[in-house]
């Protein structure tokens, strides 16, 4: 269980308890060093809890790809190591007409060369995949089966109580309000419960980010702002009837799948904001009503029993910002992941680490420079889902 006081020190502190910061936390820890992660609410709390749970490598960059591969590979090892489930059951991108083709024959081409084996499938193989599927307009399919899904509470409290096994300290109910400075040097952080001294800090609080950063008083301009995305789950339904996620961007953005419960997940690209709000809309339960039952028609039959809402903590190119900001030492950012933060942060975790121990990484890591919004070197889009 995490630490109820908070200590009066540390090497490290990560702020946010997300399955950003607990993972951060765990591989610092891992790696001996000294560590604390100081969550305002409770472990996973944030956006890691509302998430839908989809794990891919289908990227349009060569950046994102190798980072998604090697976090692909660390799922799978901590999922086999502590015990979480995390399936293989693959990403089926949904593909109407031609010119969706060239750009999914373009990505896979990229995919195909970091050995991520996506390849290009006809409908009525996609119809093998999910036989409830509506192929009538579908002209073919981008179909990577080594994707996947992981369950968001299991696997975070998993990293978290490792994490702690290697001696890292998780303070919850504890939130950041200030930093102690000293000519550019930070000497310890303000909470609401006391203060910790601590000279490396991490902000790792995604949708809050901005507010992190202007507590350090940052100055270089990192737009990160939070967005409302919504999710739904239906009544359970026979297991195994929707293995992957399946994803449509002509129909609404949206995706979805299954739980292990059986329900079907998912959400459609609808989104509002700016905004710190999350209650749940209407105007999200008519879409994704829609949207959904073009894509599987049975699903008319079904009761959808709850939606709730979360933040995609959204950037201009729809990449986080990760790395070291040089206006204060030392001081680290692994935010605005713009809706796929979940999937990454294994290999965000060993990035930091990496960064913070080694001073550098083997993982391209500069494609997430913080500095890129300033200099106006947008990436290209990221591709998002939902
Ligand atoms: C509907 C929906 C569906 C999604 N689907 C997917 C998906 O299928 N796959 C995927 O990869 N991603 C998905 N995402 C995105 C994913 O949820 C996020 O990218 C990911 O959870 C971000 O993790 P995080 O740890 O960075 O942030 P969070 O989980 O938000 O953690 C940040 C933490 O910081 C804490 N905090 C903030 N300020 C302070 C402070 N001052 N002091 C202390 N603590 C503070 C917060 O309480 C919070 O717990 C989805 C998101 C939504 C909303």
């Known amino acids: 269980m995490p630490t109820k006081t908070l200590p009066e020190k540390s090497e490290i502190t990560v702020i946010g308890g997300g399955i950003v910061g607990v993972t951060i936390a765990h591989e610092l820890a891992k790696r001996g060093e000294e560590v604390t992660v100081i969550e305002k609410r409770f472990i996973g709390s944030g956006s890691t809890f509302r998430c839908g749970t989809g794990i891919r490598q289908q990227f349009n960059d060569e950046a994102n790809v190798q980072v998604m591969k090697r976090s692909v590979e660390l799922w799978k090892r901590y999922s086999e190591e502590y015990g979480f489930p995390f399936e293989q059951t693959g990403y089926l991108f949904l593909l109407y007409d031609d010119e969706e083709v060239e750009e999914f024959k373009k990505n896979i081409a990229i995919q195909n060369k970091f050995g991520v084996p996506t390849r290009l499938i006809t409908p009525e193989e996609a119809k093998e995949i ?3 599927l509506d192929i009538s307009e579908v002209v073919a399919a981008s179909w990577n089966p080594t994707d996947g899904k992981a369950d968001p509470f299991h696997s975070t409290a998993k990293f978290a ?7 890292a300290k998780l303070v919850e109910y504890t939130e ?9 040097e930070i000497k310890g952080l303000k909470t609401s419960r006391g203060t910790i001294k601590t000279g490396i800090v991490i902000n790792a609080t995604n949708a809050w980010a901005k507010l992190v950063n202007a507590m350090a008083g940052i100055r270089t301009k990192i737009p990160i702002e939070p967005y409302k995305h919504q999710a739904v789950i239906t009544q359970p339904i026979k297991k195994g009837a929707v293995k992957p996620m399946v994803i449509s961007f002509r129909y609404g953005h949206a995706y979805l799948t299954q739980t292990a419960h059986g329900g079907v997940v998912g959400g459609v690209g609808y989104e509002e904001g700016p905004t710190y709000d999350l209650n749940p809309t209407y105007e999200f339960m008519r879409q994704v009503s829609y949207y959904f039952t073009k894509i599987i028609p049975a699903l008319r039959e079904l009761l959808i029993l709850r939606t709730w809402a979360g933040y995609y903590a959204k950037t201009p190119d729809s990449n986080p ?3 070291k900001i040089e206006e204060l030492s030392d001081y680290y950012i692994a935010a605005g992941f713009s809706g796929h933060g979940f999937m990454m942060a294994p290999a965000v975790a060993e990035m930091v680490a990496d960064l913070i121990t080694k001073g550098k990484t083997d993982l391209p890591v500069e494609w997430y420079d913080p500095y890129r919004f300033e200099r106006g070197e947008l990436r290209g889009q990221a591709l998002q889902m939902g």
Do not use: S, T, Y
């Open 161 to 167: 109580l490792h994490a702690e096994e290697f001696g």
């Open 321 to 323: 910002a990760i790395g």
């Open 130 to 132: 999910v036989p409830l």
């Open 176 to 184: 950041v309000k200030d930093f102690i400075v000293e000519n550019g």
